[in-house]
Protein backbone atom coordinates (compact mmCIF):
# COMPACT_ATOMS: atom_id res chain seq x y z
CA UNK A 1 0.00 0.00 0.00
CA UNK A 2 1.02 3.64 -0.48
CA UNK A 3 0.44 6.59 1.52
CA UNK A 4 -0.02 10.20 0.51
CA UNK A 5 0.17 13.16 3.00
CA UNK A 6 0.42 16.93 1.76
CA UNK A 7 1.48 20.30 3.68
CA UNK A 8 1.86 23.38 3.65
CA UNK A 9 -1.24 24.94 2.25
CA UNK A 10 -2.58 28.52 4.05
CA UNK A 11 -4.36 31.84 3.14
CA UNK A 12 -1.93 34.07 1.30
CA UNK A 13 -2.95 37.56 -0.23
CA UNK A 14 -2.87 37.85 -4.31
CA UNK A 15 0.79 37.81 -5.46
CA UNK A 16 2.30 35.47 -3.04
CA UNK A 17 3.86 32.68 -2.58
CA UNK A 18 3.25 29.26 -1.26
CA UNK A 19 5.25 25.86 -1.21
CA UNK A 20 3.41 22.57 -0.92
CA UNK A 21 5.07 19.43 -0.18
CA UNK A 22 3.91 15.79 -0.60
CA UNK A 23 5.53 12.72 0.98
CA UNK A 24 4.82 9.31 -0.18
CA UNK A 25 5.65 6.58 1.83
CA UNK A 26 5.01 2.29 1.42
CA UNK A 27 5.50 0.74 -1.95
CA UNK A 28 6.75 3.10 -4.27
CA UNK A 29 8.08 2.33 -7.41
CA UNK A 30 10.69 4.08 -8.85
CA UNK A 31 8.58 5.13 -12.12
CA UNK A 32 6.18 6.03 -9.91
CA UNK A 33 4.59 9.74 -11.57
CA UNK A 34 3.72 11.90 -8.62
CA UNK A 35 1.12 15.26 -9.84
CA UNK A 36 -0.32 17.99 -8.16
CA UNK A 37 -4.46 18.40 -8.56
CA UNK A 38 -6.70 20.94 -7.35
CA UNK A 39 -10.43 20.31 -6.79
CA UNK A 40 -12.37 24.39 -6.32
CA UNK A 41 -16.08 24.33 -4.67
CA UNK A 42 -18.58 22.91 -7.10
CA UNK A 43 -16.03 22.16 -10.16
CA UNK A 44 -14.07 18.61 -11.12
CA UNK A 45 -10.57 17.97 -9.87
CA UNK A 46 -7.99 19.14 -12.47
CA UNK A 47 -4.83 17.97 -12.70
CA UNK A 48 -2.06 21.01 -12.05
CA UNK A 49 1.50 19.64 -12.39
CA UNK A 50 2.95 16.30 -12.64
CA UNK A 51 6.62 15.23 -12.37
CA UNK A 52 8.22 11.84 -13.50
CA UNK A 53 10.92 10.15 -11.70
CA UNK A 54 13.09 11.13 -14.78
CA UNK A 55 12.20 14.85 -13.93
CA UNK A 56 9.90 15.62 -16.95
CA UNK A 57 7.25 18.01 -16.38
CA UNK A 58 3.81 18.87 -17.30
CA UNK A 59 1.28 21.97 -16.42
CA UNK A 60 -1.62 23.51 -16.78
CA UNK A 61 -1.79 26.41 -18.92
CA UNK A 62 -3.43 28.30 -16.01
CA UNK A 63 0.20 27.60 -14.44
CA UNK A 64 2.95 27.96 -16.35
CA UNK A 65 5.36 30.54 -15.71
CA UNK A 66 4.19 31.05 -12.00
CA UNK A 67 4.26 27.31 -10.29
CA UNK A 68 7.09 24.90 -10.20
CA UNK A 69 6.57 21.28 -9.38
CA UNK A 70 9.67 19.35 -7.97
CA UNK A 71 11.02 15.95 -6.66
CA UNK A 72 13.14 14.40 -4.47
CA UNK A 73 13.09 10.52 -5.49
CA UNK A 74 15.31 9.94 -2.17
CA UNK A 75 12.44 11.07 0.00
CA UNK A 76 9.53 10.14 -1.90
CA UNK A 77 8.68 13.55 -1.67
CA UNK A 78 7.36 16.03 -4.09
CA UNK A 79 6.94 19.83 -3.86
CA UNK A 80 4.69 22.91 -5.45
CA UNK A 81 6.45 26.15 -5.53
CA UNK A 82 3.52 28.43 -6.71
CA UNK A 83 4.22 31.96 -7.12
CA UNK A 84 2.25 34.98 -8.14
CA UNK A 85 -0.58 33.38 -6.94
CA UNK A 86 -4.28 34.67 -7.77
CA UNK A 87 -8.15 34.56 -6.11
CA UNK A 88 -8.62 31.86 -8.56
CA UNK A 89 -5.89 29.04 -7.13
CA UNK A 90 -8.04 29.02 -4.71
CA UNK A 91 -8.94 25.00 -4.07
CA UNK A 92 -7.84 21.91 -2.07
CA UNK A 93 -4.83 20.96 -3.29
CA UNK A 94 -4.49 17.35 -3.69
CA UNK A 95 -0.89 15.27 -4.17
CA UNK A 96 -1.58 11.87 -6.24
CA UNK A 97 1.28 8.81 -6.55
CA UNK A 98 -0.03 6.78 -9.88
CA UNK A 99 1.95 3.79 -10.75
CA UNK A 100 0.39 0.60 -12.97
CA UNK A 101 -3.07 0.98 -12.63
CA UNK A 102 -3.21 2.71 -9.72
CA UNK A 103 -3.43 6.18 -8.37
CA UNK A 104 -2.94 7.20 -4.82
CA UNK A 105 -4.36 10.35 -3.21
CA UNK A 106 -3.33 12.09 -0.23
CA UNK A 107 -6.21 13.87 1.87
CA UNK A 108 -5.69 17.49 0.43
CA UNK A 109 -4.49 20.31 1.91
CA UNK A 110 -6.36 23.86 1.90
CA UNK A 111 -5.02 26.99 -0.35
CA UNK A 112 -7.04 30.39 0.10
CA UNK A 113 -5.65 33.48 -1.32
CA UNK A 114 -7.41 36.51 -0.84
CA UNK A 115 -7.97 39.53 -3.32
Known amino acids: QVQVVESGGGLVQAGGSLRLSCAAS????????MEWYHQAPGKQRELVAA???????NYADSVKGRFTISRDNAKNTVYLQMNSLKPEDTAVYYC?????????WGQGTQVTVSS
Open 96 to 104: AVRQRVSTY
Open 26 to 33: GNIFSYAV
Open 51 to 57: ITSGGST
